[in-house]
């Protein structure tokens, strides 16, 4: 893993140790545990955009697809959210095979083109009133000789299902037996412990046979399959490794606001997630812990501005983006490289 | 379900794939030039609707008839756009590949405006100011940006394109507000019936006036030296670049070109679905299906598979519903991904050698 990962490590974890015994404001909390489930997809995303090069527009589908779980298990079937979360992590894990199949097969522009429409179609199934394919199904069941009330009956509770355009409420908190995470802080140590253990996970995977393989892919696919590495599972793969962190941020999503609609996984959120992890870093996993605090604790920091905060946002993301190619990590890591060299010289 | 029931389903279809197929035209100019997909695409189109519905709005409390100041409003948001178009390559496009003298004249410039007006000091400490920190400026730019600036990569240059489309809709939602802006129609509302189905005079114009630009931006790629040069950057940059074509001249105008083919998208579609700063995102989305199903790169096969994603779309909503539309026309632009990696009217070899 190299010594400079671990010490890092380290400090995230005393940081995470800290922060809310300094920062007892449950504002900033919240604030924070929104930057944490955005670092969960970004994490994700990061393995898949940086190391293996395949650009996805799609991820707030997977984040939805974790939060619509949890939310319909825990409410609708009364199910334990551990359970639901899991439900939602293998149907994301389904999901992001049978799509990433076809598509990772693409390339480029076309590849970000598959994904953004994926994405934009689980957006849409969200938004979408179950009613009408309740009313089709039961049009289904009577022409195969059922009989219209009973099969009205026996649709009518998935007909309310997702909420539609407002989605719905009440999703109980996560909580192991008597004892539930409430309060912003528990939620903060549980998003951040998770995360943690995400950067120790990746890290390592980054730093193995398979990570040496993606990063292969990322350089030349053809150089990569002519070394002897089978390209094309490795990156389906990844694919879903970066779906199923999605899916667990999209859990918590849901258990920490208890109230899911589908305004919060749209196209934008996509690229909000592409936009961290670029602005952090995309060589470099930390880049997306960077980038997803940066970027969600922007527009707080930018409230000063007013009415003109999107402009200001807009601003720092074109300025970072333009001055700083390889995100805020790496300049950080130039900068040191350079120093360094400028020293021993 | 009888014909002219099914043919105004297509008639309205028409008149919202006419905008996607502008706004993928757009995209394969830049595209052609940079590899960059430009995600700022729909503000163009934005901009268009809303310089000329503002100016035509102005030409008339000035008291011109509708048919001097319909033109004239045309004429300025095309103008205006275009600008805003060279401006952003000239901005934030360009400094990615070489910062030039005049973009630390205009670090300096605006360091000077900040100090004046933000800072409220006297002429010669902001001179200081804007000597100081701009000097600043470009040793850090040098010594830490400019090296790795060399050869952006495309990830790069999307998102500033972005960034640059948040600072556009930011800037719109302060000049034009958050309301959607009403334009009368320039040939009147009187429709014409075509098999059972109406068709609003504004749609024919909309046909009309797309196909002429796209015989202009065609004739001006075939016979024209620039149009030529701009081929020859769109094939490879490097050797163009050595038979002596100003490869940046050609991006510059690549933006220029696509801001105003936007424009026009714009100014001719605020009459029939109104405008709003918010418009730009969706019908970048949209016209990058376009551009994707045409095979990048190919601007014909962007217009063609505009027109047919809004048909589709249009249809979709008619037949199924409203809601599922947008699922309806990505779903069949799926279908052909998987089917044809390369878009409709793309080449595969073509595809294969793009860098991006």
Redesign the interface.
Known sequence: MGRGNIIGLIVLAVLVAVFPLVMTSPYYLRVMNFAGIYCMICIGLSLL?GYAGQ?SIGQAGFFAIGAYSSGIFTVHFGWNPWLAMLVGIVLNCIVAFIVGT??L??????L???T???G??IH??A???LE?FTSLFQKVAVWFGADATKARAALEPFSELTGGPSGFAGIPPLGIGAWQVSEPWQWFYLIWIVILVAMALSLNLIHSRIGRALRAIHGNEEAARAMGINTAPLKVRIFIISAVAASIAGSFYAHFVTFISPDTFT??DS?LF??MV?VGG?MNVWGAVVGSLIMATLPESLRFFH??D??M???V??LI??????GIV??VT??RT?LVSKLTR | MDLGTILQYVFSGITVGAVYAMVGLGFTMIYNSTSIINLAQGEFVMLGGLIGVSSVGLFKSWGLPPYAAIPMGFVIALAGTTLVGLLIEKVAIEPTDRLTIFHYGGIAVVLYGLARIVGEVSVPVAVVIAAVLSAAAYWLLRNTSVPSMKNPSVLQLVIITVAISIVLRGIAMFVFGKNPYFMQHFLGEDPIRILGATVLPQTVLIVAVIIVVVVIVGLFYAFTMTGKAMQACSFNRQIAKLMGINDRKMILLSFGMSAMVGAVAGYLVTPITLMDYDRGPMLALKGFGAAVLGGLGNGYGAVVAGFTLGILEGLGTGLISSGYKDAISLIILLAVLFYRPSGLFGSTEAAKLKEF
């Not at chain 1, 983006?321 to 390889?326: E, G, L, Q, R």
Request: proline share 4%; glycine share 10%; hydrophobic share 60%.
């Open positions: 955009l650009i076809p598509t097969k693409l390339r480029g522009h076309y970000a083109m598959a953004l429409g994926i934009e179609i849409v199934a938004v979408a009133d009408d196209i934008n690229i592409l936009v670029a995309m009415d003109y999107i402009l946002y807009g601003l993301l074109l983006m333009m001055f700083m190619p390889d790496g300049l130039r900068l350079g």
